[in-house]
């Protein structure tokens, strides 16, 4: 078992093991259980007689739960079933179910106590960590949301068992971009056979992916700075999830996105990094893209929440490991586009 501290703003713990799910502890009288509805039976009865809720909510999978439509039921769930001020929501399941109840958390009596179970391993690195919560509007991902910190997070390893292995890979790719950004000892571990459910490097993997993310954090909660170096490769994927209505997953289109953010760094000066980037859409062999233009994707490349008034920013890389945040001429990035979809539709 390993154990991570986050600091800062909030303080709380990541524990990584097997056979956690039968040992959470939420000391609060009254606690919601959100789940997908697609979840595994057994984990949600699992946690249940772990944490005792008085009311489980199942919401629809994957980032059909991150609507203001469902997050609107979701409330009213809460306020009939008198979850008061003090009691506590569980978010249990992937990324997108626990993005959601994150954000219900914070918005419900203008806060209650908030509790992350992820199933998934992009749960597990990434988003069950570190306070990002939201739901999607059909103009893009995540524009409404606030950051909402858990008081703890168990990321139990045995639950990774039951996942497809299509969703092990896609979830893979945060892990990647830890590796890209802050730790390279990553990049070989995850794309290793090794690396996959039950397997020897998983939990240290795991642990070590996620004490990157920690790490920026504690240092920068609400995204002053450091933490924007987190959206590595998100400039794009945001915009081919929502442009493909989410047919390309959040996992599949970081793939897709860090290699064409590789590219813009190197057509900026920075060191050629796009062998790493190509190895692991290799090793991840994600969705086909269907026929997609630069003129497609701007518009949404256009909302991400790193743009300020002098228009996009993306994260880029002078080499592994120095990340940095800057502006790409236009033409550049109607070349790289065409560089990039010529690339990765001949993977
Ligand atoms: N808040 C953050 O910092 C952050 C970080 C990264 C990604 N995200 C968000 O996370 C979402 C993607 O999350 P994801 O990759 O976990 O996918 P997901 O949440 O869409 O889950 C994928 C599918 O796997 C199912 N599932 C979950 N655990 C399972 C298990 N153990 N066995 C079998 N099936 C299981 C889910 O119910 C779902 O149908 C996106 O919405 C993305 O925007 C948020
Ligand atoms: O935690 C962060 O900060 C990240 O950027 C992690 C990303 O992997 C994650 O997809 C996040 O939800 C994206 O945030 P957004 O602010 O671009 O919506
Ligand atoms: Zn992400």
């Known amino acids: 078992m390993r154990q991570i501290e986050v600091g800062g703003g909030a303080s709380y713990r990541v524990t990584v093991g097997a056979g956690l ?39 629809p999978a994957r980032d059909d739960c991150k609507t203001l439509t469902v997050l609107a ?72 949301g606030a950051f909402w910190p858990p008081q703890a997070v168990w990321c139990d390893t045995d639950t990774l068992a039951t996942l497809p292995s299509a969703v092990f890979r896609e979830g893979a790719a945060e892990a990647y971009k830890h590796g890209l950004i802050a730790d390279p000892s990553l990049l070989g571990r995850v794309t290793s056979p090794d690396f996959h459910a039950g397997g020897p490097t998983l939990e240290g993997t795991v642990a070590d992916a996620i004490a990157v993310k920690a790490g920026v954090v504690t240092r920068d909660l609400t ?27 959040h996992g599949e289109a970081v793939g897709y996105g860090m290699h064409y953010a590789a590219r813009l760094s190197r057509a900026l000066g920075g060191a050629d990094l796009t062998e790493h980037t190509l190895t692991f859409l ?66």
Do not use: C
Request: proline content about 8%.
């Open 21 to 59: 799910l039968g040992q959470l502890h939420v000391p609060h009288r009254h606690v919601a259980l959100i789940h997908p509805e697609d979840l595994p039976p057994a984990f949600v009865a699992q946690v249940q007689a772990s944490v005792q809720p008085v009311v489980t909510i199942p919401v």
């Open 73 to 144: 039921g979701v409330l009213s769930t809460l306020a009939a079933a008198n979850i008061p001020r003090d009691g506590a929501v569980v978010g249990l399941g992937g990324g997108a179910a626990t993005d959601l109840a994150g954000f219900a958390a914070a918005s419900y009596l203008r806060g209650v106590a908030f509790y992350t179970v992820p199933t998934t391993l992009l749960g597990m690195v990434d988003a069950a960590v570190g306070g990002k919560t939201g739901v999607n509007l059909p103009e893009g991902k995540n524009l409404v």
């Open 223 to 249: 995204e002053k700075g450091e933490r924007a170096f987190l959206n590595f490769g998100h400039t794009l994927a945001h915009a081919l999830e929502a442009v493909t209505h989410h047919a390309i997953s």
């Open 282 to 347: 290799r090793w991840q062999r994600p969705a086909p893209l269907p026929p997609l233009t630069y003129d497609d994707a701007a518009p949404y490349m256009a909302r991400d929440k790193k743009a300020d008034a002098d228009g996009v920013r993306f994260v880029l890389l002078r080499d592994l490991a120095q990340p940095y945040l800057g502006r790409v001429p236009e033409p550049v990035l109607r070349a790289e586009f065409e560089g990039w979809q010529a690339e990765v539709r001949g993977l």
